[in-house]
């Protein structure tokens, strides 16, 4: 028999620590496929966050490093840097990214670092069980928003790619979402253009991926992709919104679809 | 004809699969794996047209496909 389909090399067979339905499952598949589609496995360097991906290199067949909270970019910085040929990346979701790191991920960008950055967004706080992430929809309760995310006490969500669109050194910034079969394959594809972002030596890329978290979001998984379809993208529209390859589109302008 | 191989120790019934086959071959089963999780299973006298959708959801990448 002919496998039509079977797991990548670089995902090591281990039972994940990630709940039933969660969206890491699929985005550290989709890295794994990429890295054994191309044979850059024993050169690229990956970074893992703080969240429920600190684990990641438990899952991922390369090199990976641990970075403080936030600081994955920092940390790439100094991996490409010295070693300018490997593919480096950075895996980190919103509380990583869009809380602690925003100082760190907004610098490197506009110091066009060549570093490919995952950004996994499921606008909440996973690993502590759910509180309000900067990226938590109008309205969305959270365990510490009982009665929903108030603009007045909680401010607003943050768009981080329409935010890095305004930096001359971000080259490419797409927001792709894994709710269906089509979506995750156009992150896949989104994703290689990070990686070809870099590998290229043409500067900063980050693709911002939608992801459901059925735990927190206290829905069943298949639910929690029509949340993501419905109510997500609707605050975080998909899109390119710099594209080293095609025109650029106004900073927080219209998104191109992928 | 493709067939579905489910690799019930990494299942963790999510069931992000189901509602994806085009065929209506893959449903959760009362059978429970070593770590006491629901799971998937693939209907044999279903088709299975070998278009990857439900490996492509899998998030604990548990499906092979053969042909």
């Known amino acids: 028999m002919q496998a039509l389909y079977s797991a990548p090399e670089t995902l090591i067979r281990t039972p994940s620590h990630y709940c039933p339905g969660c969206g890491h499952g699929i985005a550290h598949r989709l890295l794994a496929e990429i890295i054994d589609e191309w044979g850059i496995r024993g050169k690229t360097i990956g970074l893992a966050p703080v969240g429920c991906s600190v684990l990641a290199y438990n899952y991922l067949d390369i090199d990976m490093c641990e970075a403080a909270h936030g600081r994955p970019p920092a940390i790439a910085t100094g991996i490409k840097r010295v070693h300018p040929d490997n593919v480096v990346f950075t895996y980190q979701g919103d509380g990583d990214l869009a809380a602690i790191g925003m100082a760190e991920i907004v610098h490197a960008a506009s110091r066009a670092e060549n570093i490919t950055v995952i950004f996994i967004n499921n606008a909440i706080y996973g690993m502590t069980n759910g509180q309000l992430a900067p990226t938590t929809l109008l309205n969305q309760r959270t365990t510490t928003t009982p009665e929903g995310r108030n603009p007045l006490t909680h401010g607003y969500p943050i768009r981080i790619c329409e935010l890095l669109a305004t930096l001359e050194g971000a080259s490419f910034l797409a927001r792709t979402s894994l709710s269906s079969p089509k979506d995750v394959l156009q992150t896949k594809e989104a994703l290689k253009k990070g990686f070809k972002t870099q590998i290229e030596k043409k500067g900063f890329s980050l693709i911002e991926v939608l992801a459901p978290c059925p735990v927190y979001w206290r829905m069943s998984p298949v639910e929690s992709l029509k949340f993501i379809e419905e109510k997500m993208t609707q605050t975080f529209p998909l899109g390119v919104f710099k594209d080293w390859e095609k025109t650029v589109s106004a900073p927080g302008g219209q998104a191109t679809k992928v | ?67």
């Open chain 2, 1 to 67: 004809m493709a067939r579905v191989s489910i690799d019930v120790g990494f299942c963790k019934g999510c069931e992000l699969c189901i509602p994806f086959c085009p065929h209506d071959s893959l449903t959760m089963s009362r059978h429970l794996n070593e770590h006491g999780l629901p799971t998937v299973y693939f209907k044999e006298d279903h088709p299975c047209s070998g278009c990857r959708y439900c490996a492509v959801m899998c998030p604990e990448a548990a499906i092979e496909i053969f042909k």
